[in-house]
């Protein structure tokens, strides 16, 4: 697939949001309701994960539906290969880490949750079994749980529209479960907003636009390029959360501008934003984003917690944040690169 100018840099963006979180920053934050729910809603690692899922669902959706077109078929063999490569060699050095801490009594040992969060079901885990270091792993299991189904239904569920009815029904499901949840007893024992439904969501809401942009009309594409519109869409969906009379939907919206900004990116590759946007640094990070989103989880947690001093050397500050960083660059130049020159034997569409 050609480079896409820009996304890399998105990805950066939705990576530091996370750091940025994790290392305690809402805690810094004025007390006032207004920006603690409404300005934080546009800055928090929450958001961060928004726009990978929708960058996600936007850019592997675009993949599967350009392999069907050109050879009539996907290889499912080949995809999931790919996403054994691109995914499995940082989280086994996570996990060995994680493994052994825990054994040694360095941080908490949960077997239960080790094994949720090995086999990708971290985001069922039960409260009792959750633990910092793991707990940013539920949406790697999301993620996983979403393309271990999609690719079969982009095969065989016949014609595009099927298909756009289809995600559109699991939206309404996502917003029913939003509302109906906290009130199930049962739900209760778990972080329940972190199922599939309603979690997946923003993923959904890339596959769409997807779906909306492939086997558009030449002409139809030139007319999305400059179109400022797309922009103000994005920008104003983006906001959501400042002037949205409930937070609890929140994702609908800035997901939708999220994948505006993306199809507008794409169409637009030429336009000063998208050149300021591939700048070296952010897209170095984007490229690294990876290694440092699996690796932050280890150093960072999710947060300091209540009394920071019980925190182990490497999970302290600075060397947390600095550690993330070392581990992800070198993990990304003497592990991923080398073990993504694999991926090629599984591409099919150069």
Do not use: C
């Not at 996304?7 to 920053?25: E, N, P």
């Not at 300005?39 to 675009?62: A, E, N, P, Q, Y």
């Not at 350009?66 to 060699?89: C, G, M, S, T, V």
């Amino acid at each position: 697939m050609k480079y896409i100018k820009g996304f890399d840099t998105l990805r950066a963006v939705s990576v530091i949001l996370v750091l940025v979180t994790h290392l305690g920053a809402f805690h810094y934050l004025p007390e006032n309701n207004f920006v603690r729910l409404r300005v934080w809603s546009l800055l928090s690692g929450t958001t961060g994960v928004m726009v990978f899922f929708t960058l996600s669902g936007f850019l592997i959706t675009r993949i599967l539906l350009i392999e069907l077109q050109r050879f009539q078929n996907l290889d499912f063999w080949k995809f999931y290969a790919r996403r054994f490569l691109r995914l499995l060699p940082p989280l086994l050095v996570f996990y060995t880490a994680v493994l052994v801490l825990m054994k040694t009594g360095s941080i908490t040992n949960s077997n239960a949750g080790f094994l949720f969060s090995f086999f990708y079901l971290y985001n069922f885990v039960p409260k009792q079994h959750y633990t910092g270091e793991l707990g940013h792993t539920w949406s790697l299991a999301l993620e996983e749980q979403y393309y271990l189904l999609w690719p079969f239904a982009i095969q065989f569920v016949k014609g595009q529209k099927k298909l756009i009815v289809l995600l559109l029904l699991f939206l309404l499901l996502s917003v029913t479960a939003v509302y109906a949840f906290p009130h199930w007893e049962f739900t209760h024992n778990f972080k329940s907003m972190r199922w599939f439904i309603p979690a997946a969501a923003p993923i959904i809401i890339g596959s769409l636009f997807a779906i909306l942009v492939h086997n558009k009309k030449r002409e139809d594409l030139v007319m999305m390029r400059n179109r400022n519109w797309l922009l103000a869409g994005a920008v104003i969906l983006f906001l959501a959360p400042l002037y949205s009379p409930d937070l609890r939907l929140n994702f609908i919206p800035q997901s939708t501008g999220v994948a505006l900004l993306f199809v507008w990116i794409l169409y637009n590759q030429e336009s000063t934003l998208v050149k300021i946007l591939d700048n070296k640094p952010l897209s170095y990070i984007g490229k690294i984003s990876y290694g440092l989103y699996v690796y932050q989880g280890l150093f960072l947690k999710t947060g300091p917690g209540p009394d920071p001093s019980q925190n182990i050397w490497i999970q302290s500050w600075p060397q947390n944040i600095i550690l993330t960083f070392v581990v992800a660059i070198l993990s990304y130049h003497l592990l991923e690169q080398p073990v993504l020159k694999l991926k090629k034997r599984f591409t099919r569409i150069a």
